[in-house]
């Protein structure tokens, strides 16, 4: 190890995650491999291994064996410090080598507020920012993600984009890399051949022009790059690597547990949710499958808990037969079983006591919208009814604790519809009064909100987002609403919306502001500890960027978005359809009893769409 | 086969920086992946029998550690070592695995060695200074206590220490007081940064070596 880092390690907070060294780690020989890759994750080493992406993907580029894949992430704010005085570069866990050797750094977006992360572990590793002013071909800067749906706020700084899942397009990529350095391309040369393997978006083959009101005029393509990028997906999951050997932390991260991912994609079409539309089509695993891959990574990493993943767990039809078949290798090994997003209107009895046999939580619902006309505008499709029922089995069942999650703001969003909040709450509060088996416990009911932010490729991208005082506005209201003393409510904080509402519908001119925040201090920016509001509203004055432009103005539908050259299935006539039903208080039936033809079925070529 | 069962293990190198807590966790883990069931409590939360002798500070190495445990049926002891040191992130052996006879409360003695690096200064001079500060009757230092800030004396838990001159660094072997006190040998630097900081290393580093009882006789 380094002489300078053990000086360190002793001083900072959680040395362990700084080490590598954990059990199953991937070790290579690096004068053997051709491609070192260095997967940073812009945030801290206990969010990104609770990444069930990164996990994979780092075994999926393992897997070839002229590639060594490791592991990078941010330091937290004393390590920054502590490697900034010993003039210790960003480095890789596996090898402890500084990732300024590597040939590739891949980063993972998953949130906006990580940008700055990025561009800070772009400087850790002694890199210029700027794509433009990294002429060689090596290290190659790429990024991919849930954030590369719109990329243009980190365009100028990430070399390639890689639009939608990883498994087969990332190694595309490296594969095409090999030849380049092997064969000396230019990085020009490398990055207009990558543009033509599907699902790559190279940024600086695209000029945009701008109307004078600031609009978007045009996205004109260069040198043969698509005028469209077609994300990229994977059909058969069954068949897709997933990692039964994952690298367990020698520290407590997040999610210290097995995940299993059902299905990508969701049925619900609830017109706020971004990951609803961008991950379409809808694909499962068969049960057989997660329950073989479940055994054996329990069995590989020793964990004590599994969770299942998806956008709604209900929504996945073998669920009885899954939750049987890990139950019956769990239970007597008391290892726990974890269900989350799971829906209010179809939680069974059944399945909640299957459950109850191993460990009970409590239970959170996000009822989103705080009434039936609302709830419909937005087609989140459940009704009180739904809710109070499953409360009740809940109750009946033992539980004491509830969670409700709302949004305020939404479209078409009304006072009432925020008192009836507070009502639906007392309606909760009643039917443990009348149900509960042991009132003895009490009874702990939770409502939470956050700020809605409108987002790229869903109905309501064209949506202004409300004002900070309006938010706040309707918080107090709220607050004001709520009299029973069971009931606590949280607010999320606007501010913090107010920038990833700029930045998630931003375009190429958001990025200087994002680097003007950077260069005064801003990393980290998705923890309270060091997100500076006023850094940001600073830096949006100074970089010319007019926050309101972004966050509060409704667009026109025929305005060109700048995240317009991604195409991720759903057609954008579907999302004005389906906005103009909002406006109805329409709903829209989920995709199994009536496929809205949304257009995501036809990126897949060999199966059908929710098969 | 009784079932107190005790793990003599080392840890070196990277895993020096993995925490007590995160230690146990880790053991805990290691043995369902080597397919040794432990046996958990009984009770409302369950966990599991496993208890660490004397947990080891963040940073320092040992090629001593002990820790006792219980498993649900009976196993090949021998296989043990290696089927758990292969189940184990690096930096982690496990040396031996038998039937503990003693209490771990009588372990009294720990043999460390360690390392006290100087940058600037010479360590020829520097060994032998030590060796003066530390044959002083009394050492008595500030430190922090469960009840805040207290005064402490240390010389008595320091049964032997010698210092040897080395490149750029003083190495020392020492006796100390494991238990009843438990001295920190991190407090032996401290007390040079508290007490003659002429003389206080740039960094140091500490290794466990070997457990004794209150009679000096080995402690397995």
């Known amino acids: ?163 939608g899942e990883g498994e087969e397009l990332d190694n595309e990529v490296l594969v095409l890399l090999r030849i380049a350095k092997r064969e000396n391309w230019t990085k020009h040369e490398f990055l207009t051949r990558a543009a033509q393997i599907g699902g790559v978006y190279v940024p600086s083959l695209y000029d945009i022009s701008y109307h004078e009101d600031g609009t978007v005029a045009a996205i004109m393509p260069k040198e043969g790059a698509p005028a469209r990028v077609t994300k990229r997906i994977v059909e058969n999951l069954d068949a897709s690597p997933f990692p039964t050997k994952p690298i367990v932390p020698s520290t407590e991260v997040v999610h210290d547990r097995v995940s299993l991912e059902l299905f990508r994609g969701c049925v619900r079409g609830c017109r706020f949710c971004q990951a609803g539309y961008v991950y379409r089509p809808i694909r499962s695993k068969k049960p057989e499958t997660l329950v073989r891959q479940g055994i054996e990574t329990l069995k590989n990493t020793g964990y004590q808990d599994v969770t299942l993943l998806s956008l709604s767990t209900s929504d996945y039809r073998p669920l009885p037969g899954l939750c049987d078949g ?108 009348m149900y509960a088996k042991n009132k003895n416990r009490g009874v702990k009911i939770t409502i939470s909100t956050s700020c809605f932010i409108p987002k790229p490729h869903s109905p309501f991208q064209w949506e202004p987002q409300v004002s900070v005082e309006e938010y706040l506005r309707r918080v107090n209201l709220l607050r004001s609403s709520i009299t029973a003393k069971n009931v606590t409510y949280n607010w999320h904080d606007a501010e913090t919306s107010l920038i990833e509402a700029v930045l998630s519908r931003g375009d190429r001119r958001v990025a200087d502001a994002i680097e003007l925040v950077w260069r005064r201090g801003g990393r980290l920016d998705a923890w309270s500890d060091y997100f500076s509001v006023e850094r940001w509203m600073q830096a949006f004055a100074d970089a010319g960027v007019d926050p309101d432009f972004y966050a509060l103005r409704e667009r026109n539908v025929d305005e060109v978005l700048p995240w317009d050259m991604i195409d991720v299935g759903v057609r954008k006539a579907h999302l004005v359809k389906e906005r103009e039903k909002c406006y109805r208080s329409e709903l829209s039936p989920d995709c199994r009893h009536q496929c809205a033809a949304c257009g995501a079925a036809r990126l897949l070529k060999e199966i059908r769409c929710d098969e | 086969m009784s079932d107190k069962l005790r793990l003599r293990f080392s840890k070196t190198g990277r895993a020096v920086y993995i925490s007590h807590l995160d230690l146990m966790q880790t053991m805990q883990r290691s043995f369902s992946r080597a397919g040794y069931a432990l046996k958990y409590s009984e009770g409302f939360n369950p966990h599991p029998l496993i208890s660490i002798a004397l947990p080891l500070s963040v940073g320092a190495a040992s090629l001593c550690e002990l820790m006792d445990f219980r498993l649900r049926e009976e196993v090949a002891l021998s296989e043990l070592p290696a089927r758990l040191t292969a189940a184990l992130p690096e930096g982690i052996e496990v040396l031996d695995a038998y039937e503990a006879e003693r209490k771990c409360a009588e372990i009294k003695w720990l043999q460390i060695k360690g390392r006290f690096e100087y940058d600037e200064r010479d360590p020829g001079q520097m060994a032998e200074q030590l060796s003066e500060f530390f044959a002083r009757d009394n050492i008595v230092i500030t430190k922090k206590t469960k009840r805040g800030m207290g005064e402490s004396d240390i010389r008595p838990a320091i049964r032997k220490i010698e210092f040897d001159a080395a490149d750029k660094a003083v190495t020392l072997k020492a006796l100390i007081s494991a238990q009843e006190p438990t001295l920190n040998p991190e407090l032996l630097a401290e007390s040079l940064r508290q007490l003659y900081s002429g003389i206080a290393p740039d960094f140091a580093k500490f290794t466990r070596i070997e457990t004794y009882d209150k009679d000096m006789n080995l402690f397995r």
């Open chain 1, 1 to 163: 190890m380094d002489k300078r880092l053990e000086r360190i390690l002793p001083r900072v907070q959680k040395p362990a995650r700084y080490t590598g060294g954990e059990y199953n780690q991937i070790i290579k020989d690096k004068a053997k491999v051709e491609l070192r890759v260095a997967f940073c994750f812009p945030d801290t080493y206990e969010i990104g291994m609770s990444n069930l992406g990164m996990s994979i993907l780092y075994h999926t580029m393992n897997s070839l064996d002229y590639v060594w894949c490791e592991r990078v992430f941010a330091p937290w704010g004393d390590m920054y410090e502590e490697m900034k005085k010993a003039d210790i570069p960003l480095y890789a866990l596996e090898s402890g080598d500084s990732t300024a050797e590597f040939d590739a750094l891949a980063f993972s977006i998953g949130y906006e507020m990580a940008y700055t992360t990025v561009l800070d572990m772009l400087d850790m590793s002694g890199l210029p920012l700027r794509t433009a002013d990294r002429p060689s071909l090596l290290p190659v800067v790429m990024a991919g993600g849930t954030a590369a749906v719109n990329a243009e706020p980190m365009a100028p700084f990430i070399d390639l984009f890689l639009v």
């Open chain 1, 326 to 433: 890990l139950l019956e290798y769990c239970e007597p090994r008391s290892i726990g079983l974890s269900l989350p997003s799971l829906r209010a209107d179809n939680f069974s009895m059944e399945l909640m006591e299957k459950l109850q046999k191993v460990r009970k939580s409590g239970l959170t619902f996000a009822v989103e919208g705080g009434s039936q006309r609302l709830r419909d505008a937005i087609n989140k499709n459940v009704t009180e009814e739904d809710l109070l029922n499953t409360c009740r089995i809940a109750f009946e069942g033992g539980w004491n604790s509830v969670k409700l999650y709302y949004m305020l703001g939404l479209p078409t969003e009304t006072d009432d519809d925020v008192r009836g909040i507070a009502e639906m709450a007392n309606q909760v509060l009643h039917c443990w009064r």
